[in-house]
């Protein structure tokens, strides 16, 4: 039998398989705007978030170009939504129309596969609607008619 504790495999060193954790599901989220639950939206789409590079070549001869971090720049987020009678979103927008632009901060949620937790959180600080695009109307089509409202804001993070 010592043979057999000699022919035992050695112990695993280095990394280990885990376990397989599902990524969350692009349809499970909502927006709240100041908290406020506002609509139930089919898409949000433009969550991004860019750091232009700055590029400069020392002096002399030589060849190197050197990158440092600039201007941060966020992309607009567009909501797609549908169409109903709650005038809440026009409303919001009009402010701006009327230069008068009312910024809420607005946090988009990721739920989980439940659709009851939330798992992901990005806020949006100081958001207002900066375009609206109406639903296409035809009256040979029989989908629900879709509006778009784009945000512009401020900062984003993740919590």
Not at 12 to 40: C, M, S, W
Request: with cysteine; glycine share 8%.
């Amino acid at each position: 039998m010592p043979e057999a504790a000699e022919t035992a495999a050695p112990a695993a060193t280095g990394a280990q398989p885990g376990t397989f954790i599902d990524p969350f599901r692009a349809y499970n989220f909502k927006l709240t705007i100041q908290g406020v639950t506002e609509g139930h939206f089919t898409e949000c789409s433009g969550l991004e978030v860019e750091v232009h590079p700055i590029r400069y070549r020392e002096g002399g001869a030589t060849q190197v170009v050197h990158v440092i971090p600039g201007p941060v720049s966020y992309g607009d987020v567009t909501l797609s939504y549908g169409l109903t009678s709650s005038i809440e979103l026009w409303t919001w927008l009009l402010s701006a129309v009327r230069g008068s632009v009312e910024r809420r901060n607005v946090s988009i949620l990721m739920l989980d596969s439940t659709g009851a937790t939330e798992v992901v959180r990005w806020d949006l600080t100081n958001a207002w609607p900066a375009r609206w695009r109406g639903a296409p109307l035809d009256a040979l089509n029989r989908e629900i008619a879709i509006e778009n409202l784009t945000l512009v804001f401020e900062t984003l993070q993740r919590a």
